[in-house]
């Protein structure tokens, strides 16, 4: 049996350590998932390996990330990040299958098909409600989510994983936000950074 080990990073650094290093115990490039906000520029020239600030992952991205272009191939996943502007997030960095469903869902509602956005997909990769809001959330206030398709076996590892390089899951996150008076993810409150 599978299943999808979600943790939710403060920094799109570590983040991406945490993703090579899944990819260096051999964990197949095509069950890693990311999607990071956008909203950092400073991270975002360090993310994508954009020093002139000028930005070239942005462009074009709808067009990439609607064609399954977030996908890397055989070169590891952050190589084939592509950007997407998704509601109550504003602009985030995917890549993997979570990112290819969350822009198939932001295609979609873009002409009016489809609803959902970021809760759908992660509801979709079957991530509780609860913890959707959750990682919806942290996603909004600037960080990355990284998602692991495993199977039972490796869920212990891959976790592990994921905790060493400073991920949170959702019931400790869930527990901060609340102790400040949040309930749930708003898709109408925007990036908040």
């Known amino acids: 049996m599978s299943r999808t080990v979600t943790r939710l990073f403060d920094s ?3 983040a991406e350590a945490a993703i090579r290093d899944l990819e260096a115990a051999g964990f197949d490039t095509g069950r890693l998932s990311l999607i990071a ?3 950092r ?3 975002r020239r ?3 390996g954009d020093r002139d600030g000028d930005n070239e992952t942005l462009e074009g ?6 064609t399954g272009g977030v996908i890397g191939a055989g070169v590891g996943l952050l190589a084939g990040l592509g950007a997407l502007a998704v509601p109550g997030l504003g602009p985030v960095l995917v890549a993997g299958w979570l990112g290819t469903t969350l822009a198939g869902a932001a295609t979609g ?3 009016g098909g489809v609803t959902g ?19 919806a959330e942290g996603v ?20 592990e994983i994921l905790a060493r390089h400073g991920g949170s899951d959702a019931s400790s996150r869930g527990q901060l936000y609340r102790s400040e008076g949040w309930t749930r993810f708003d898709e109408s409150a925007g990036a908040n950074i």
């Open 61 to 66: 991205a709808g067009e990439g990330a609607a």
């Open 41 to 43: 520029s400073e991270e």
């Open 12 to 14: 799109r650094t570590h």
């Open 37 to 39: 906000s956008e909203t």
């Open 46 to 48: 360090s993310f994508s």
């Open 117 to 135: 956005g970021i809760l759908g997909a992660l509801k979709d990769a079957g991530v509780n409600d609860e913890d959707a809001h959750v990682y």
């Open 109 to 111: 509602a873009a002409v």
């Open 140 to 159: 909004r206030r600037g960080g990355a989510l990284v998602s692991v398709r495993v199977d039972d076996a490796d869920a212990m590892r891959a976790d």
